[in-house]
């Protein structure tokens, strides 16, 4: 089933995404953690997209398994940055055998050193957004930034940038994390104002560890807000503790979101099965609604 049609339901929806493993042989534990997360019947799941990795050659079997044996839409991530076109034709080609329909597009990070963009490889992801729309009926997402990329200079250049890329072929865009509701609600309003009005799925992370908080700030920039600086003040020390405070603020979040009109809410979830099952678990009714 494609995505775009699943959104066109108004009833709270809930997706998951899980990554592949690093190597080969923790696949069998990845498997094991998607099949549980699967059973909580999620609107669907997507599966990250490792360049030039372990990870980036299981997408396609992980995402085949979730949709061909464990009967839940699957959605593929595809990561242009470090692969050269012929190597995305040949994940496109794949994806269509096993019968995927939906492809998050992404342009992925930059190196740090080397040249970009190397020959034959994509420099931005509309452009990867133009190529798969050209080589199949594919349901085509991507990402959004309602605190702006790390690389645009200002705010309205990147939604500039975004209306752009959407215009390509985009079908629906999913938010990178965010901890403060008001910042999405901000970006909603400015982004349709120019224009951009298709789906924006938000994009939630139960963060179950200090260690984690600190690698997502480090990487993305994202601004935490007072609320949540004293929950890690105040549990960051104590794993369990900080993890139940964890999931308890990612249900938060997810019921404002719903009750104000947001009904489609995908969460990183980590292959973590238990924090998933508990985020369902605070929201049976709610999503029954």
Do not use: W
């Not at 924090?275 to 609604?289: D, M, Q």
């Amino acid at each position: 089933m494609k995505i775009r049609d699943i959104l066109k339901d108004n009833s709270p929806h809930v997706s998951f995404e899980v990554f592949p493993p690093k190597t080969d042989a923790g696949y069998e534990g990845v498997r094991a953690a998607t099949e549980k997360i699967a059973a909580l019947r999620p609107s669907f799941i997507s599966v990250t997209y490792g360049a030039g990795g372990g990870t980036s050659r299981n997408t396609v079997r992980i995402a085949s398994q979730i949709k061909n044996d464990l009967g839940v839409t699957s959605l593929a991530h595809l990561t242009c940055v470090s692969s050269t076109k012929d190597e995305v034709h040949g994940v496109i080609g794949q994806l269509k055998e096993q019968g995927i329909e939906n492809i998050l597009a992404l342009r992925g990070d930059i190196p740090a050193d080397g040249e970009f963009p190397l020959p034959n490889h994509y420099r931005y992801a509309c452009e990867l957004v133009e190529d798969i729309k050209s080589q199949g009926d594919f349901c085509i997402g991507a990402a959004c930034y309602p605190e702006g990329h790390v690389e645009a200079a200002h705010k309205k250049d990147d939604i500039m940038n975004l209306k752009h890329k959407v215009d390509c072929g985009v079908d629906f865009l999913t938010t990178q994390m965010f901890f403060d509701n008001n910042i999405l609600y901000n970006f909603l309003y400015r982004i349709r104002e120019k224009g951009i009005t298709v789906p924006v799925l938000p994009g939630i992370m139960p963060v179950t560890s200090a260690k984690q908080m600190k690698r997502i700030c480090d990487l993305s920039g994202t601004v935490l807000p007072e609320r949540f600086r004293a929950i890690l003040d105040r549990f960051g020390e104590d794993p369990d503790a900080m993890k139940q405070a964890g999931i308890v603020y990612a249900t938060d979040q997810i019921i404002d979101l719903i009750a104000n009109g947001l009904n489609h809410i995908h969460i990183y979830s980590m292959n973590k099965p238990e924090v998933a099952e508990a985020i369902i678990g605070n929201l049976s009714t709610i999503i029954k609604a």
